[in-house]
């Protein structure tokens, strides 16, 4: 995947750089020195606005052909700052997903005999790329050779276009997130994952309205026996019912529910990979608190995501029980709580952080009985 990206940002580098100075008068590259050093410079500047800005133009894709085919907004994020709209008011808040540069989410429509619009939901916002790009080229071509400016920065904001059509349109998983060309492949081949995409949608819909998930029927969140837990779409299914138990306070029940997903995990994406063992970690400090183990589960790999993750009020949750179980710090356990109730207060997923509240509240009951100097 990341090979792919990068061949593709050198060959718009390279033919933009030939295309640039084709455009360009010669008379004028003659005279100016400073323009022979900046035309690298300008090109990566107007590359990158115009990547961020088909971000955007794809999110929008799928806000539009979602609400067509009756969805409803849930929320539209950009980056780390996301739109969600609470109380009938649109309001601002910070999160993100590691992997991810964008994504909006809506409520599905209720499904008639199994169905439900999928398709040009997930295909919304690559649509919408490739028809600004069509259109950004040819405007490139109508403008006057002696306005190149302009028309290099149009064919570069078309190339960058392809490259979010290309990322999103070809099936990929990329930094373990399947895209949408593979969400649409998977639910085509696959009822269960069908199932799973349509319930994650409705699950995040309802969590965001303030419900909580130990709220809804268990057996929404079961599957087939045969069925590839191993598909992003099937596992997050087995996410959401750990955190149905999680939610109940059940911790036998989410241990049980994450031992039967230990044996695939190798197959299983990174990004639910992660998730799986941050949980296991979670329950294994509460529970025996085997140090060999959590040190085991506790590597780099997943160092790195709890700091990409930092605005997911689970990750401190769990950095707060590691200072309480493992290390029997209150001090920087209680500084952890102070950063979960500042994320907890601004979490646009209400549902999830009155679980994740009631979580840290068992947690700081053996916070409070720790000394107030670290013990060894």
């Known amino acids: 995947m990341y090979l792919v990206f990068l061949v593709l940002c050198f060959s718009i580098g390279f033919f933009g750089a030939m295309y640039f100075d084709k455009l360009v008068p010669e008379t004028y590259k003659q005279e100016n020195t400073i323009f022979k050093v900046s035309i690298p410079l300008i090109l990566l500047g107007v590359f990158i606005l115009s990547y961020l800005i088909h971000i955007i133009l794809h999110e929008l894709g799928h806000l539009v052909f979602g609400l067509a085919t009756g969805y409803s907004f849930v929320s539209f994020r950009v980056g780390s700052l996301v739109v969600t709209k609470e109380d009938g008011r649109f309001k601002v808040r910070k999160f993100s997903i590691p992997g991810t540069a964008g994504q909006c989410l809506l409520m599905p429509p209720e499904m008639k005999d199994g169905r439900f619009p999928y398709v040009i939901y997930n295909l919304g916002g690559v649509i919408l790329n490739f028809a600004v790009s069509v259109v950004s080229f ?72 303030g419900i909580r998930v130990r709220d809804m029927d268990k057996n929404l969140f079961k599957f087939k026996p045969d069925s590839d837990v191993t598909s992003p779409l099937i596992t997050g299914l087995k996410l959401m019912e750990c955190n149905w138990y999680l939610d109940k306070l059940d911790f036998n029940g989410a241990r049980e529910c994450l031992d039967s ?98 979580l840290v509240n068992c947690v700081m009951d053996e916070v409070k009985r720790l000394p107030s100097v670290k013990t060894s």
Not at 143 to 170: D, E, H, M, Q
Not at 323 to 335: F, G, I, P
């Open 138 to 209: 040819f405007l490139a071509l109508s403008l006057n050779p002696t306005n190149y400016l302009a028309r290099i920065s149009l064919i570069i904001f078309t190339l960058g276009g392809l490259i979010v059509v290309i990322t999103n349109g070809i099936p990929l998983k990329i930094s373990g997130v399947a895209n949408d060309a593979h969400n649409v492949m998977s639910m085509m081949k696959d009822e269960d994952a069908r199932r799973g995409f349509y319930l994650q949608l409705r699950v995040n819909g309802l969590l965001h309205q």
């Open 261 to 358: 997903l230990v044996r695939h995990l190798k197959d299983i994406v990174p990004l639910y990979r992660w998730e799986i063992n941050c949980e296991r970690i979670f329950l294994e400090l509460i529970g025996d608190c085997d140090k060999e183990l959590i040190d085991s589960l506790y590597d780099k790999e997943l160092t790195k995501y709890l700091k990409m993750a930092k605005f997911m009020p689970s990750k401190k949750r769990l950095l707060i029980a590691y200072e309480a179980y493992y290390n029997k710090d209150k001090t920087r356990a209680l500084e952890y709580y102070e950063e979960f109730l500042k994320l907890y207060n601004k979490y646009p997923i209400k549902g999830e952080a009155e679980m994740e509240l009631d």
